[in-house]
Structures are given as C-alpha cells and as structure tokens.
C-alpha cells in the first residue's frame, strides 16, 4: 500500500511528476494488451496456414509452369483447388499432382485468371486458399511495440522538462509565452531559474567612458545602500536608457553593473520578445517582469530595445502589430498601475531616435546615457585596460598609439591590440612591438595588405605619382592634416593610400578646413594630369568623397557664398550615430540647379588649386614618387626630410 504522500515524496527524485510515470504505465499495459490480442490473432491465423501447409506436404514438389498453362487446366476442369502464397500460385489438380506458376505482385489472383480468359462460373467453383506467411507477424508486432512506447517515452519527457523549465530555452508551444531572460545570481550559482554565472567585469575594466560610468554607479549605489537616499527623499531611477555609436561599450557597461550590483539581474534581447504567433511577445514581457518582482529588488537589461521599442504606427500593415502590443506591454510594466519601484530597467540602443515617445518619458526611462566616440585621454585608458597582462615592448607608449588612433572606439581599440598581438605570434616574436601596432592599424583602416598583387611598372608609377600628389598637396595646406604615412602597397580594395592623422580630437570644422581637404582629396588627379597628360580610374573614390564635402558645405552648413541664405536642403532620414538612410527634397528645380551650380564650382576651384601647388612643387613631386617606387612605404619622418 503506498502512502497517501508519495508524490511528494517521490516528485524531487524524479525528472518528472509522478503522474507521468502513472500516464506512462498505464500507456504501456494498453500496447502490451494490444500486442497479446494481436498476437492471438496471428497464432489462429498460423494453425489455419500450418493445416493447409501439412495437407500440402504429402504431395510431391510442384512443377513450375507458366501461367496460361494453369489457366488451361482450370478451363479443362483439371484443378481442385488453387493455393495462393504471396505471389505464387499452386494448382493442385484431380491426380494429387501440383503445378505451380507466379503472377504479377500488384494485381490480385482473381484478377490475374480473368484477364487470362477464365471464365467466371469456373472461377466461383473453384476454392481458392489464400496462405499468409507467418515469419514476419510477431517480428512486426515487436518493432511496432517498441515504436509506440519509445514515442509516448518522448513525448512524456520533454513534456516534463517543459513544465520544470522556467529559462525559456526550449521553443515547445507548452513554454511559448516564458520569457527567454537568462538571470544572473548574486551568489553566481546556478539554480532553476537561471543558467548563467556572474560575470568578472567590475568598473575598473571599463575606460573611456567615465561619465556614463559614474550615472551607472549611482544605480548600483542606490541597489545598495537604499537608505542613503531615501532619507533624503529621492526614488530610484525606473530606467536608465544607454544609446551611442556601436563599439562604444554599451553592453560592455551592463555586464559591469551585473558584475558590481548585489542584486539578481535579468539580461534579454529585444529581438526574443517577438514570435510569429500574436500575443507571445506580451506574455514574454508579463513573464519576465513577473521574475523579477519575485527577485526584487533587481535589475533587467533589455540589448537593443530598439527591436521591439521602435515608435508606434509606423507598421506597414493595417492589421494587429505584435510588436506594438509587445511595446504596449512594456510600456504598462515600466509605469502602469502594477509597477514596481524596486525593478530597474536598463536598456541599450544605436538608434534612441526611432524609439517610441511614451518609452523615453520620465517615468520609465528617467535617465539617458549617451556613450560617444571616445577622446585621446579616453583611448589611451581603453588600451591601457585591453594590454594588460599582455607583454608590450619597451618603446611602445600608448599615449602615442592613441594619439594615431582617432576615431576608434573601444571595440576598435580592442581589435587592434588582438591583431597586433596575433601578427607579434605569426612573426615568432616574444613581445608586441610598434611595427605590430602600425601594420594592425592599417589592417583595420585600409584593409589586409595583398601581396600577391601583380601591376605593371606603368601602373606603380601612376599609382606613385598618384599617392604622391595627395601627400605633396595635403602638406602645403595650411589647415590640413599632417602626412603620417604614404605607400603604394595595395591594401583591401586600394592600389595605394596616403595617412593624414589629426594632430587633437576635432570637434568643429571651418570652411576653409572643408577646402582644404577636397583640394588634398583633387591632389592624386592633378598629379597624374600633370605627369602623364591622361587620367585614370585610379581618383574614383577621391572624387565620390569631394563631392560628398562639398554637397554638405552647401545643403547642410551654410557654406554658400551664392546667395542660398542659411539654411539647410534636404531631409535626411536616418540616425547621427549609424548615417542617414535616405534624403527627402523639400527645395524646388531652381534652388537644385544652384545647388548643383555652387557644388561644382567649389569642386573646380579646390582641382585648380591642387594643380597650382604641384606646378610649384614639381621637383619635389618627382623626388616623392621616386622614393616610393624605391622604398614603396614612406614614414612620416622620412617625408618630412623629404619636403625640406
């Protein structure tokens, strides 16, 4: 007699609640049933073809003949019975004698005799003995046995991991509306509700980015120490939205709050909200939010919000918009009726700008953390961080290697210290050095070096004359930036390429500086306009990258000097931190032909310029191309000697 608790005694021993094991067992005497009965039927079916076998066997071996031969003595009325076993069909005729014959398998006996004549009053005298072969009932039965509870076995399984499961990892319809967020414990141990560790990242990893750091402090400080601000009145931020240009250590930055808060925290994707089925996306967010008021107080990080944050009405569609109830969802759980204070929603996005405008008010995000690119002080702490404990040579200074890096951001940053650090490897070498960082650094901005490039002598000397030009004319600009390096080695998709780096982080541009880099971009041309008396393919990208500068000197700076006013052409639609997407005109046919009138007159004044410097500077044109199509590469020390 079982005791009236078992299941709760047995249910933390099991992988699944007793009932399944009941389920299962009485699945299990149903097929076994069914296999007795079936085998019953079969054991019947075998006695009727053993006594048919037995009188079979007391006559001699049948003589194989052909089938019209059977039907002539069925016509002739020579046959007593007829035997069939599969596809072989046995005559047992008057004299105790047997013949035997073998039909076509897909067509039937009765029908096999008709089609060869016999008629229909012979065919229904005639007993006819169909034999089944019984060597393959019980084998069958067996295998379909062993099917059927292995399928119930399965489903029974996975049906109970279902159940049990509360980490969202399974796709089964029985879990659909759980949310996908994995929780990370204070303790870092993992439990039924979570299957990540705490990650190792604290503050004091993450550089570049101090003011985003600090408001980020404040939250795990207030997680902490709650009473410090509560006296004083102050609630804690519900949300804390972080966007900037990707790279720039967004996510790096909530790993580091997971690592630093003492409370649990709830890290998701805003892309795992939406399914295909309708309301999946708004039982997700009921779900996760649920968790998390049972974890409270804690923190949920939402990566890319903008998946599922992105404003409302601007569906194609006409119909129900699973991802605008998926919104409408979080928006009620943020600050709705039931909303907590103690659950702090820290999101992450490359596009705030698309975002909803009830997602951003006070109230559910009350705090936005811009991360931008970062600063010459915030790239030399970044790879002060990203080389520790990596072995540097003695010469390398990272304030130098920030000063050559402008632009790059701490995923950038990051890559090229591993690329330095793979080529030290590929060298044999025991520590990273200088040249390492260089050729890392062009890897990453022009591309990876390509040796096997074959050119003519012709073609290495345009392309010589050509890098040239662009080096000769950039150094003689007055608000240009210095030469760094010149080479003709082809790298990604260049034959050539010339590396001006800006001496400080630029903020503003003047006009004249917009000058000056379209007439160093006209530099590579007019050389060769100049030297060869043709042009090449070779300023196709000089010319797309001119004509960009001066489009936005005229429609987007105020930099018209034909009278267009101030004011800006155009709307771009698009984000500040990923590029416009696309351009709407708002200006009519008139003001686009002066447009087009002032572009190209500030694109023939810069080429006219360009020339001018290269006429003067002949001879020291001659001597750079020279020295690159002897040496193919030329530092910044080396030219400098070079223009003295």
């Known amino acids: 007699m079982l005791p009236s608790d078992w299941p709760n005694q047995w249910k933390d021993r099991l992988p699944f609640h007793p009932k399944w094991l009941i389920f299962g067992l009485i699945v299990v005497g149903v097929a076994v049933g069914s296999y007795l009965f079936s085998g019953y039927g079969a054991g019947t079916e075998t006695s009727v073809s053993q006594t048919i076998q037995s009188s079979r066997s007391t006559t001699t071996k049948p003589q194989l003949v052909s089938l019209p031969e059977i039907v002539n003595l069925v016509k002739a009325d020579q046959v007593k019975s007829l035997i069939v076993q599969d596809n072989l069909i046995t005559a047992i005729k008057a004299d105790g004698r047997s013949v035997s014959a073998r039909k076509e398998p897909n067509i039937s006996t009765i029908e096999t005799l008709k089609l060869l004549g016999t008629p229909d009053q012979l065919l229904a005298d005639l007993p006819i003995v169909v034999e089944i072969s019984d060597t393959h009932n019980y084998l069958t039965s067996l295998w379909g046995l062993i099917a059927l509870v292995s399928l119930v076995g399965l ?123 309708v309301g999946v996306g708004a039982a997700r967010v009921r779900d996760l939010f649920k968790r998390a008021r049972e974890h409270s107080p804690c923190v949920i990080f939402v990566d890319e919000i903008d998946a599922v944050g992105r404003q ?81 040579a003695r010469d390398i200074s990272l304030s130098d290697l920030a000063r ?106 003047s006009r004249e500086a917009f000058e000056d880099q379209i007439v160093g971009l006209f530099g590579g041309r007019a050389a060769e306009e100049i030297v060869f008396k043709r042009i090449t393919t070779g300023a196709a990208n000089d010319l797309e990258r001119a004509t960009k500068l001066a489009r936005a000197m005229v429609t987007r700076y ?54 001018e410097i290269l006429v003067n500077k002949e001879r020291k044109l001659q001597e750079l191309a020279q020295a690159l199509l002897e040496f193919e590469t030329i530092e910044r020390p080396q030219f400098e000697t070079l223009m003295a």
């Open 155 to 277: 489903i029974a399984y996975f049906t109970a991991r279902n159940r049990r499961s509360n980490s969202g990892i399974s796709r089964m319809p029985g879990n659909m509306g759980q949310s996908n967020a994995r929780l990370i414990t204070n303790n870092g141990k993992k439990d039924d509700d979570n299957y990540l560790v705490k990650p190792q990242i604290r503050f004091p990893d993450v550089a570049g980015a101090d003011q985003a750091k600090q408001e980020l402090q404040e939250i795990v400080e207030f997680l902490k120490e709650p009473a410090k601000f509560a006296k004083l009145g102050a609630r804690i931020p519900k949300g804390v939205l972080m966007s900037g240009p990707p790279g720039t250590g967004k996510t790096l930055l909530a790993k580091a709050v997971a690592g630093e808060a003492g409370v649990p925290f709830f890290t998701i994707s805003g892309s795992e909200f939406v399914e295909m089925y």
């Open 312 to 392: 409302r009405g601007a569906s194609m569609g006409s119909g129900n918009d699973e991802r605008e109830q998926t919104l409408n969802q979080i928006l009620v759980e943020m600050d709705g009726f039931s909303s907590f204070t103690t659950v702090i929603v820290l999101a992450s996005t490359n596009r705030p700008d698309i975002l909803d405008a009830a997602l951003l008010r006070p109230g559910r995000f009350d705090r936005k953390v811009i991360l931008d690119r970062p600063d010459v002080h915030g790239r030399e702490a970044i790879l002060r961080v990203h080389t520790r404990g990596k072995p540097l």
């Open 404 to 509: 050559l890096t402008p632009g790059f951001v701490g995923a950038d940053l990051e890559n090229l210290v591993n690329e330095a650090a793979i080529l030290a490897a590929r060298r044999n070498l025991s520590v990273i050095g200088q040249p390492e960082f260089q050729d890392a650094m062009e890897r990453i901005v022009a591309g990876p070096e390509r040796q096997g490039k074959i050119l003519s002598d012709y073609e290495r000397k345009v392309i010589a004359f050509h890098e040239a030009g662009h080096a000769l004319v950039m150094h003689n600009l007055e608000h240009s930036d210095p030469v760094h390096k010149v080479s003709i080695v082809s790298r990604g998709m260049a034959l050539g390429y010339t590396m001006p780096l800006p001496e400080n982080d630029r903020y503003l541009l």
């Open 558 to 611: 105020g930099f018209s000097s034909q009278g267009l006013g101030l004011r800006c052409f155009g709307e771009e639609h698009g984000n500040h931190y990923l590029g416009p997407l696309s351009e709407v005109r708002n200006y009519s046919e008139a003001v686009a032909q002066a447009i087009d009138q002032e572009i190209r007159q500030i694109l023939d004044l810069a080429y006219q310029r360009a020339k």
